[in-house]
């Protein structure tokens, strides 16, 4: 098969490579229905997380199951399943917490940006839909598996509560399905911090009530002056960048809740500040496997249609231009047919 290789900054190219086999009992082989471009996946492609020899890309998924290992029981070929970017066995003692990007067993996916993609642990990562899905659904299936999944942990992260003020910085696919899941949870006010027309229109569709373009001190300000100078309750970040960090700590009400699921890069606290601010912070990983049953079945109820953060569609052999259209942002996020 061929897949998606990232060589060096800005060199992804769409080679070959091995199909993947079963390599344990508790592996699954899937027949990706479609994949994505994270913006996570920036960072490498940008040289901002350096790599040390050519890298299999891609860790969002969804597909039918092709096989399993001897001792995979919950999932079968000929299912459609959606799983998340972390493996977990989910049943040790974090996994039981809800926080299975945290498993004892946990193993990274990668290489879904290829026809097949070799999933370990099986049993506990995938989810299985009920029938297979219509084509129409896809997006948002496929979405779930970790931009839906990571803006619902923002969310519940944040303490979203029915009636809460909260603001969203970053207006990538996670910062907006974030304002979508403040939505889902009962937000009144939800003030979205975006600069770029088609992400300010989409975050308003999403459910945002108020956009803010400035950022930084700027930024903050403004936030003060629309919660008459307390500040946010619940402040979702979702960037992963020093800036953006200070800005939500900033925008925070003493007392409220700061998520963060934006891969931090350069991010240094100073803790004397933060203790005067009187802000809880709680983040990491999003454990995408907790929300998954629920998620999916908010998608297949018509409630949630997060597939729209998709703004351009390219065969997968084209992956290398959806890596640019994200970098240059001519797209919010490119979905790769096989």
């Given at each position: 098969?061929?897949?998606a290789?990232?060589?060096?900054p800005?060199?992804?190219?769409?080679?070959?490579?091995?199909?993947?086999?079963?390599?344990?009992?508790?592996?699954?082989?899937?027949?990706?229905?479609?994949?994505?471009?994270?913006?996570?996946?920036?960072?490498?492609?940008?040289?901002?997380?350096?790599i040390?020899?050519?890298?299999?890309?891609?860790?969002?998924?969804?597909?039918?199951?092709?096989?399993?290992?001897?001792?995979?029981?919950?999932?079968?070929?000929?299912?459609?399943?959606i799983?998340?970017?972390?493996?977990?066995?989910?049943t040790?003692?974090?996994?039981h917490?809800?926080?299975?990007?945290?498993?004892?067993?946990?193993?990274?996916?990668?290489?879904?940006?290829?026809?097949l993609l070799?999933?370990?642990?099986?049993?506990?990562?995938?989810v299985?839909?009920?029938?297979?899905?219509?084509d129409?659904?896809?997006?948002?299936?496929?979405?779930?598996?970790?931009?839906?999944?990571?803006?619902w942990?923002?969310?519940?992260?944040a303490?979203?509560?029915?009636?809460?003020?909260?603001?969203?910085?970053?207006?990538?696919?996670?910062?907006?399905?974030?304002?979508?899941?403040?939505?889902?949870m009962?937000?009144?006010?939800?003030?979205?911090?975006?600069?770029?027309?088609?992400?300010?229109?989409?975050?308003?569709?999403?459910?945002?009530?108020?956009?803010?373009?400035e950022r930084g001190?700027?930024?903050?300000a403004?936030?003060?002056?629309?919660?008459?100078?307390?500040?946010?309750d619940?402040?979702?970040?979702?960037?992963?960048?020093?800036?953006?960090?200070?800005q939500?700590?900033?925008?925070?009400?003493?007392?409220?809740y700061?998520?963060?699921?934006?891969?931090?890069?350069?991010?240094e606290?100073?803790?004397a500040?933060?203790?005067f601010?009187?802000?809880?912070?709680?983040?990491?990983?999003?454990?995408?496997?907790r929300?998954?049953?629920?998620?999916?079945?908010?998608?297949?109820?018509g409630?949630?249609?997060?597939?729209?953060?998709?703004?351009?569609?390219?065969?997968?052999?084209?992956?290398?231009?959806?890596?640019?259209?994200?970098?240059e942002?001519?797209a919010?996020?490119?979905l790769?047919?096989?």
């Open positions: 098969m061929k897949g290789v990232l060589y060096s800005r060199d992804v190219r769409f080679e070959d490579r091995a199909d993947p086999t079963i390599l344990k009992p508790t592996d699954a082989v899937i027949r990706i229905a479609a994949t994505c471009v994270c913006g996570s996946d920036l960072w490498p492609y940008r040289g901002a997380q350096p040390k020899q050519p890298t299999p890309m891609g860790h969002e998924y969804c597909g039918i199951v092709e096989e399993v290992g001897s001792g995979v029981k919950s999932v079968k070929p000929g299912q459609f399943v799983g998340s970017f972390f493996a977990s066995d989910n040790c003692p974090h996994c917490h809800g926080y299975q990007t945290s498993c004892q067993q946990r193993e990274a996916v990668v290489g879904a940006q290829a026809p070799r999933v370990p642990l099986a049993d506990g990562t995938l299985p839909t009920t029938d297979l899905p219509s129409d659904l896809i997006p948002s299936l496929l979405a779930l598996s970790d931009v839906m999944g990571t803006g942990f923002a969310a519940d992260a303490c979203v509560r029915p009636g809460s003020t909260i603001a969203v910085v970053g207006d990538g696919a996670v910062g907006l399905l974030a304002v979508l899941s403040a939505r889902q009962g937000a009144e006010r939800i003030i979205a911090m975006s600069r770029q027309g088609a992400r300010q229109k989409l975050a308003r569709e999403f459910g945002a009530t108020d956009i803010v373009t001190d700027a930024g903050v403004r936030i003060m002056e629309l919660t008459n100078g307390v500040g946010a619940s402040v979702l970040e979702c960037v992963g960048t020093p800036e953006s960090m200070t939500a700590i900033g925008a925070t009400r003493p007392g409220g700061l998520s963060y699921v934006g891969v931090p890069h350069g991010v606290l100073d803790g500040a933060l203790f601010t009187h802000v809880r912070l709680h983040g990491g990983p999003a454990p995408v496997r929300y998954l049953p629920d998620l999916i079945d908010l998608v297949l109820r409630e949630i249609d997060p597939g729209k953060v998709f703004d351009l569609t390219l065969p997968l052999d084209q992956v290398a231009e959806g890596y640019r259209a994200m970098d942002r001519r919010i996020k490119t790769l047919q096989p």
